[in-house]
């Protein structure tokens, strides 16, 4: 295969290659040791070197050399595993290139042709494999080469896709092509003569709507923060608005929240994402959402089929999904049927005799003894062998787990701690050891020991047993265990409330925790053992909310319960740091332990953390924001009559925000609320969804009717408190079992089955592939949205300090960000994943971010200074030489990063600031640390001239980013900050300047004022100046020679009767005299000769217009970087 050209300096290093064919300018090689049977020592060494080493470090046998004659020199140009590929090479370059290159009188550029010629038959193979993957393979390529030549992006730059469609503008509509990439989406259309083409970065894409005008069937709508762009006439517009809501959902995510949001593996690398895999994707993502699997489990079949239902006596078409560790089925219709089948259930996977009744059959056998029909599957043979594949592995990593684990117990057996309640109160004479409940794991739910006192309580047991009974019956006909059918039958029985006793059993099973109990035994104690007696943020915010969970049930009024709750939640942030403990968990996590053991509870609060609610549970709590978003569209949609009386639904987003966020649990009476929560680990989000709009539209003539946000929140506050069940002590019901799901009693209490019957019966109809499908728009919303805060925190903290007009500022950030993003969209990835560490501001050592906040390199930041720098240089390396400088001087952490601040304070100065304050600058940049004594290499510890006796000293705000361990150490560092307020006015002596630093700000003035109207002008005044501070640093030259050579005879003539001490004196005597003596000046010297000139002042204090130079810089931006950018990846 080609290969991207690599320099090789021997040609032949310890004789490892032989030479096979070979002219002027290319040799073709063998690996020693390779291709012969009759080697000798030295190739028997390396076929073996080469076989032992790992793929990576693996060399190909055979390979092509580019050589110049007369060079020492050669590049790699090609290799293979077999001499018929180089082969073709070789001959494609003799029979194309050799010729072509005896004409070059310079041998160097036949280098850069060959190279060149390369690396375009590389990006021709890139372009091939890329369109082979796609349907039609032809028109794909002819696509991308158009995309390439219409809008000049980089090559890294991938296509994913394209449609033909119109762009409206206005009334007219542009009929062209929209081309969808990994970062942008872009439209290209050329009618009647006139060009129309535009960009939009995903990373701008605020919304993403589909509407429906007069003039337009239906049509697809982009937002971004300048404008909307309207396209239609899509052959499939459901797909077209499907893929672009995917892939700005990816860039975004990737993009502006790459700490917070889960991306799977394969989309965090751009370049592997096609249509294909995008299609896969949202698939995938269905089946995790609709099964609530895992994050990391990957699908691997989809294939329909009809599973045989004892139930209802007949076989049930829909849907398999095969994944990694799990076989899942859902009918046609979803939500009639449900099946999950964890591989670690399963027995055997076998192929039956296939028959015209059971035509294709496979036998799925289970651990309790069960089997599963499954029929009309096509390419069984190969999809059973694919099953059987991942069991065979899984079975093998299970016995090797349990053989370990075997050994280890008998190594040594620790005895495992365990609690059983024989006594629910407290002992005034015993006191319960606090270190040993810290580690002491509970065996028994919170529940048997610490149950609430009620009345009504035969009424209860008797309405427990008939909810037993109905339960039992159930398990008999349905199942009973993760792999049992989950019907419409099994709705009914959830919103009655699940009874007490089975509670905790059937929560692990919906959710399937009980997998991860399973295939993790032994883990929560080893976590707790870890866990427990550690410090820091989040153990000290779980500390805070251990007595705030459930304060009123007497389980968490005991210290056995606050310290089950401490384990599990300590336990849990120790498991994912990256989540830690948000607030809401300890709410959540008190009604898991009432109803399930410890360890139970802790799975429970894995599952519902990381699958069931993904993205809920972290500082920004993204996801459950996006699941807001997406209720007010439900609502708009569902409940258009409450809508439109009440236009700002951010009110009612803002109530029901901790409806999501703890389940109900936090707004219904306890009872109530965990009725809601069996709903949620039967049917996940969507029941939340569900009861949510079914409480709004009870509601909804009152709420239509309220004046304000605060009479909203008290009638949805009342009626949720007067929301009971059959269990709770509010409503007095004497009905008997049969009637157990009247509506409301005499006093006008709700019933929470009724209410969840509602909600099925009204909303039931909302699938999870919707809810998913909404998500993915809203995501984009929520996301841009924290964005904009970013932007105005970061505009409110720098608008004080600068005088850069208001207007100018948020373009100015603009420019900024963008310059981070273009090193993610096409830097190395090394670069890109530098910048995106860069873009997170930490606050302390558990390494706990605050909020994003960019800050750019020194190739980003040189970039930005070349498109807004007021003055020109003549010279491209004399501008790249005052960038380095520049940066440098702002660089006042040392951490080669540029903040917002520094970079706006700097260029304030150049454009709005007074002409001593721009002369000081300039004298700053000419001394070190800005100034290095090797300009090419502009790293401050390689530079002798830094000393820590001249400070550096410019018209910036000093800022202390160092790491704050405790509130009482912030409050200390606001208090010197304040004391050092009259400092920050004045201004400090700055160091004096050499000879050598002053020859470089006189060139610095020279090239400033090249291509200047006034050019010769000033270059006449420069000179003047240049005249006059030699003249000054001369004169103070020889002053300071004349007095220390008389200062060195005094001292000589008081020393004449030491000896030893004499010598030392003298050569301190000599350095000083040698350091005194150095030709300087001083900043105010320079000053005062600048103003003599009136040329040079009227340069300096010329209003400059900084709105024309940023408009100019967005219009060169992209051009100027992705031209770099080609040019580095064309070099590498």
Not at 189 to 195: A, N
Not at 252 to 261: A, E, I, V
Not at 278 to 292: D, N, S
Not at 1121 to 1126: C, I, N, V
Request: proline letters at 4%.
């Amino acid at each position: 295969m080609w290969l991207n050209p690599e320099e090789v300096l021997l040609k032949n290093a310890l004789k490892l290659w032989i030479t096979e064919k070979s002219n002027d300018f290319f040799l073709l090689q063998r690996r020693r040791g390779h291709g012969q049977s009759n080697s000798r020592i030295t190739g028997l060494l390396v076929g073996a070197l080469d076989t032992v080493l790992d793929s990576n470090a693996r060399v190909t046998p055979f390979r092509i050399l580019l050589q110049i004659p007369g060079s020492q020199i050669s590049w790699v140009i090609a290799s293979g595993a077999a001499i018929e590929e180089v082969n073709k090479h070789w001959d494609w370059l003799v029979h194309n290139l050799l010729h072509s290159l005896s004409v070059f009188e310079n041998k160097e550029d036949v280098a850069s042709f060959v190279k060149g010629k390369v690396r375009g038959l590389i990006a021709e193979e890139v372009r091939g494999r890329q369109a082979a993957q796609e349907e039609d393979p032809e028109k794909f390529r002819e696509a991308l080469l158009k995309f390439e030549l219409h809008f000049g992006l980089p090559s890294s730059e991938k296509l994913v896709t394209y449609y033909s469609c119109c762009c409206w503008k206005g009334r007219v509509p542009r009929q062209g092509f929209l081309y969808l990439s990994i970062n942008h989406m872009a439209f290209y259309s050329f009618l009647l003569g006139k060009e129309v083409k535009f960009v939009i970065p995903w990373a701008e894409v605020t919304r993403l709507e589909r509407v429906s005008t007069g003039l337009m069937t239906e049509a697809i709508r982009v937002t971004t923060r300048q404008r909307q762009r309207e396209f239609s006439m899509f052959l499939n517009l459901d797909e077209a608005f499907g893929v672009i809501g995917q892939l700005a959902d990816i860039a975004l995510r990737r993009l502006l929240n790459s700490k917070g949001l889960e991306l799977d593996r394969v989309l965090q690398q751009p370049a592997r994402i096609t249509k294909r895999i995008l299609e896969e994707q949202a698939i995938r993502e269905y089946v995790l959402a609709l099964f609530r699997l895992p994050r990391s489990e990957n699908l691997h079949e989809v294939a329909s089929c009809s599973v045989w239902t004892p139930h209802a006596r007949c076989h049930t078409a829909g849907t398999l999904y095969t994944t990694d560790s799990y076989l899942c089925f859902s009918s046609r219709e979803e939500g009639n049927l449900i099946l999950l089948i964890p591989l670690s259930e399963v027995l055997s996977i076998e192929k039956a005799d296939s028959t015209s009744a059971l035509p294709n059959p496979v036998i799925v056998s289970v651990r309790t003894k069960k089997a599963f029909q499954l029929i009309e599957l096509h390419d069984r043979d190969e999809l059973v062998e694919n099953m059987n594949s991942r069991l065979r592995a899984l079975q093998w990593k299970r016995s090797m787990f349990r053989s370990r684990k075997d050994g280890k117990r008998s190594a040594s057996s620790p005895t495992p701690y365990y609690t059983f309640y024989y006594d629910t109160g407290y002992s005034d004479e015993e006191e319960l050891e606090e270190q040993v409940l810290r580690n002491t794991v509970n065996s028994e739910a919170l529940m048997t020991a610490f149950h609430q006192n009620q009345p009504g309580t035969n009424g209860n047991k008797s309405m427990e047993q008939v909810k037993e009974r109905l339960w039992e019956d159930h398990f008999s006909e349905f199942g009973r265990g993760v792999h049992m059918f989950r019907t419409e039958k099994i709705q009914k029985l959830v919103a009655m409330g699940i009874p007490e006793s089975l509670r905790g059993e059937l929560w692990m099973i919906f959710s399937d925790a009980s997998s991860d109990l399973e295939s993790h035994q032994g883990y929560y104690t080893t976590l707790v053992q870890k866990s427990m007696g550690q410090n820091n943020l989040a153990t000290e915010e779980i500390e805070r909310d251990l007595h705030r969970s459930l304060p009123d049930h007497p389980a968490f009024q005991n210290p056995t319960g606050i310290a089950a709750l401490r384990r599990v939640l300590t336990a849990y942030a120790h498991r994912n740091p990256k989540i830690g403990y948000c607030q809401s968990m300890n709410i959540l996590a008190s009604v898991l332990l009432l109803y399930a053991k410890e360890e139970d509870a802790f799975w429970l609060l894995v599952a519902v953390c990381e699958r069931m609610l993904p993205d809920y549970f972290n500082r920004r709590v993204i996801g459950a924001q996006v699941d807001q978003s997406v209720f007010e569209e439900l609502i708009r949609e569902r409940l258009p009559e409450l809508a439109e009386q009440i236009p700002d639904l951010s009110t009612l987003s803002s109530v029901s925000l901790s409806w999501f966020l703890t389940l109900f649990l936090s707004v219904l009476p306890f009872h109530s609320a965990v009725c809601v929560v069996d709903c949620f680990f039967f049917h996940g989000i969507k029941a939340i969804f569900q009861l949510g709009l079914t409480v709004l539209e009870a509601n909804a003539a009152q709420l239509s009717s309220s004046t304000d946000d605060g009479q909203a929140l008290m009638i949805l506050t009342s009626f949720l408190d007067q929301v009971g069940s059959e269990e709770s002590p509010s409503v007095q019901s004497s009905l008997p079992a049969a009637e157990e799901t009247s509506c409301s009693d005499a006093e006008g209490h709700t019933n929470i089955t009724d209410l969840i019957n509602d909600s099925y019966e009204k909303f039931g109809d909302l699938t999870v592939r919707q809810i998913e499908r909404l998500r993915c728009r809203h995501r984009i919303q929520v996301l841009q949205a924290h964005e904009d805060t970013t932007k105005e925190n970061a505009l409110r903290l720098v608008t004080p300090d600068v005088s850069i007009p208001p207007e100018n500022l948020p373009d100015i950030y603009d420019l900024f960000k963008t310059e981070h993003f273009i090193t993610l969209y096409w830097g190395d990835s090394s670069s890109a994943a530098a910048a995106e560490a860069a873009a997170w501001h930490y606050c302390d050592s558990n390494r706990s971010f605050i909020e994003r906040q960019y800050r750019l390199d020194r190739p980003q930041f040189k970039s930005l200074y070349g498109l807004l720098t007021p003055w020109s240089s003549g010279s491209n390396q004399h501008t790249d030489t005052l960038a380095n400088r520049t940066f440098t001087l702002l660089d006042q952490d040392r951490d080669n990063l540029v903040t917002f601040r520094d970079f706006t304070s700097w260029l304030d100065t150049l454009y709005f600031g007074e002409l001593n304050e721009k002369i000081r600058l300039l004298y700053c940049l000419h001394i070190p640390p800005a100034l290095t004594e090797n300009e090419d290499d502009p790293s401050v510890m390689k530079s002798p001239l830094l000393s820590t006796n001249r400070p550096l000293c410019v018209n910036l705000p000093p800022r202390d980013d160092s790491e704050v361990k405790d509130y009482q150490e912030q409050l200390k560092q606001m208090l010197q900050d304040l004391a050092k307020e009259k400092e920050r006015d004045v201004e400090k002596p700055l160091p004096l300047m050499n000879q050598r630093e002053f020859i470089q700000f006189c060139k610095t003035f020279y090239s400033m004022f090249h291509g200047d109207l006034e050019e010769n002008d000033l270059f006449q005044a420069i000179a003047t100046v240049t005249s006059l501070v030699l003249q000054i640093g001369e004169a103070g030259h020889r002053s300071k020679t004349a007095s220390s050579q008389e200062e060195s005879i005094a001292a000589g003539s008081t020393q004449a009767a030491a000896e030893d001490g004499g010598v030392d004196a003298r050569r301190g005597s000599r350095s000083s005299m040698t350091a005194e003596s150095e030709w300087t000046v001083s900043y105010a010297q320079i000053l005062a000769s600048l103003l003599t000139e009136q040329a040079l002042v009227n340069f300096f204090e010329k209003p400059l217009n900084l709105s024309a130079k940023i408009a100019q810089a967005k219009e060169n931006q992209y051009q100027q970087r992705a031209g770099l950018l080609t040019l580095q990846q064309g070099s590498s």
